[in-house]
């Protein structure tokens, strides 16, 4: 692992400022959305180029347009330390074997993951189908099912069909659940969004910027609120005990880790990956730290962040260093200082690879 280290003595924006105060913005005037701050203390940080231990990425998705950015794609990935990638493709019939033919090329290096097929869903007996097309996507290689999503309507990520109103705990998805168990397949799922979406977008929420763009209409017909689908998922969890769970972002429990510690202290079949949070968990350090620590056997490492090398460089600098107080506004949307967690090598290796590896019965 490349590590580099330097100090930050300001911008030259800054120092301009200081010298020309004429050419400043009035504070007055200045808006939250053109607020950047940049760190004033000279500490060191660091650049991690690769990770320190080989790393299966669980969550990523169908980022390539062509063979051409696959193949640079693995390029980074090598230079990163990245041994594969799972592409969650949400999609079933014609679209699935689109996604895994673009990658068929590098068997070793990418899974593509199925959705389900919820085709008549209002109607009975549309599970038969859907299971057969499951059955069909596994044997072209796909070894597990995702991302599905619930943000409160429903399974809406599956394509080429959405499942409006179908919850993860609806008595009519458990033939699929119970099927993903026989085959083995692992099931990677989001629900609700992180809590400052629900909250005003006011004075006092505390993700304000994020949760100004990305936000829950909690008006809507039928939508289910943030503790609602976690429950949802809770009781997918508990009434499938085969069937392998994984909870994409934290189970989107950043701002309240304990309630994924719960459901892990109760239930062995879930799991959980830490895509697209690393912005949420890296301002809370001591605390994340010590949750990741405790359950490093039910993390798996993600990204949902794209395909690029600095992308992945920021995952491992966050995961692996104690840099302290820095910003990173063009990955995550907040006007949070970030610190590294210092993961342990234990904990390192069974969330970079290991915990991926049982996941899915592969071997070494």
Known sequence: MKKIAFLFYGSAAALSCIAIPAFCQDVNQLKLKDYHPVS???????????????????????????????????????????????ILSYSSGARFDSVAAKYARYKNRFEVWCGFDYTG????????????????????????VGELGDKGLGELYSKPIPGYGLHIDDPRMKPLLAKCAELHMPVSIHVAEDAWMYLPADPTN?????????????????????????????????????????????????????????LFDSYPNLYADIAARYGEIAPIPRFAHAFMEKYHDRLVYGTDMGASGDMYHVTFRILETTDEHFYLQNYFNYHWPLYGLALSDETLKKVYRQNALKITGASE
């Open 40 to 86: 004033i203390y000279n500490i060191p940080q660091t650049r991690v180029d690769k990770a320190k231990y080989q790393v299966i990425d669980m969550h990523s998705h169908d980022y390539a347009k062509s063979d051409a950015e696959v193949d640079q794609w693995v390029i980074t990935m090598d230079a990163a330390g990245i041994q594969k990638t799972v």
């Open 121 to 144: 869903y209002e109607k009975p007996g549309w599970q038969q189908h859907a299971i057969k097309e499951l059955e069909r996507c596994h044997r072209l290689g796909a070894k597990g």
């Open 206 to 262: 505390d993700g304000l910027m994020n949760a100004a763009t990305w936000k829950v209409d909690l008006s809507k017909k039928g939508i289910l609120n943030h503790d609602q689908l976690v429950a949802s998922l809770e009781h997918a969890v508990r009434d499938n005990p085969n069937t392998i769970f994984i909870a994409c972002h934290f189970a989107n429990c950043c701002s309240n880790l304990a309630v994924l510690g719960r």
